[in-house]
């Protein structure tokens, strides 16, 4: 008798443990990605964190991996997907196996500005990319800004005859290729933590970054000459792993929901000044020519580069394409 009450005592207890040790511990999501916690996405990352640790304390621990340091492109997704990682925030330019439709963000001249990118990105057609995914494992938790794309080179680009036959650095697009090939510059596909040394070497003559990375990561260094073409976007979305999400507690689901759309309000409305202070950085800095394009001049990349529209329509959808246009016109 006392032999199976110390055995079913035991048993007991080692259960309560296993319960309390569950209990004890938090759901870990580690966050990872390629740039610096000065830019929006790495100070989104930040922010995240410290709301989930004041508001889930002991239930959610958030672990933040900037520049790369955990998995730099190619890899994040990859890990994502295995459960490796439980939120990446790639740009829109690296989701090309696993939609076309995100290809619109891409296209040259098609946004007037990031706050036209923000209209779109609150529109329908807009919201509804970010569930576009699910088949693959992959939710779309929202945009974070980056901001406009600016090209710089080791030569002064005014006019796109000056890009001929240079060798641009581009992210994994096939729409960003095709840009480049537009002005006859010959485009390499290259991860973001190969940049700087690429410009540095000389594998790449010149890119296409905004302002927060350009300095952030010290191209401006590699780099005499920055065009402020504000030619494109580069925004990201905050993805999640499907099955892992729609897992968690739902309790801990909609606080997180909640501290996401406080987060990514933040981000994007402090996007652009993060970027207009980087700018402000690199022109102080003395180590590069920003060259401003006269109407004129702009006139000539707009005409050079919008033909890619045409390439990707089919892909992208033109219904697509005419509610990015029409966030153009602001309400
Ligand atoms: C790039 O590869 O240039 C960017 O996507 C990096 C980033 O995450 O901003």
């Not at 759901?27 to 930040?46: E, N, R």
């Not at 909640?258 to 980087?278: G, P, S, Y």
Request: proline fraction near 3%; charged fraction near 25%.
């Amino acid at each position: 008798m006392f032999k199976f009450t110390a055995k079913a005592l035991l048993c007991a207890l080692s259960i309560g443990f296993a319960g309390l040790a569950q209990a004890a511990d938090p759901i870990v999501i580690k966050f990872s990605h390629v740039v610096a916690d000065s830019t929006p996405k790495g100070q989104g990352a930040l922010m995240f964190k410290k709301l989930v640790e004041e508001r889930l304390k002991g239930k959610v621990e958030v672990q933040v991996y900037p520049n790369s340091s955990l998995y730099g492109d190619g890899k994040e997704m990859e890990a994502l997907l295995l459960g490796d990682v439980q939120m990446i925030a790639p740009s829109l330019a690296k989701f090309g196996q696993y939609t076309k439709k995100l290809q619109i963000f891409d296209l040259p001249f098609l946004f007037n500005d990031i706050q036209a990118v923000d209209r779109f990105q609150h529109s329908d057609a807009g919201k509804g990319l970010l569930k576009s995914m699910e088949n693959n494992n992959i939710t779309g938790l929202g945009y974070w800004h980056n901001g406009m794309k600016q090209l710089s080179a080791n030569k002064a680009l005014h006019e796109p005859r000056d890009a001929r036959g240079l060798k641009f650095r581009v992210q994994a697009s096939d729409v960003l290729d095709e840009q480049f090939k537009a002005i006859r510059a010959n485009p390499r596909k290259m991860s973001f933590a190969e940049v700087y040394q690429g410009l540095q070497t000389g594998v790449v003559n010149g890119a296409e970054n905004p302002w927060s990375n350009i300095y952030s990561q010290k191209f401006n260094e590699v780099q005499k000459f920055i065009t402020e073409s504000n030619h494109g976007v580069l925004d990201y979305m905050l993805i999640t792993n499907t099955k892992f999400w729609n897992g968690l507690p739902a309790d801990v689901r909609s606080e997180l929901d909640k501290i996401l759309d406080e987060v990514t309000d933040k981000v994007n409305a402090e996007a652009e000044a993060l970027n207009q202070k980087a700018k402000q950085s690199v022109v102080d800095s003395g180590t590069s020519e920003v060259i401003a394009l006269k109407p004129e001049e702009r006139a000539k990349w707009v005409k050079a580069m919008k033909p890619v529209w045409k390439k990707f329509e089919g892909e992208i959808g033109s219904d697509l394409i005419d509610a990015a246009l029409a966030a153009n016109d602001a309400k």
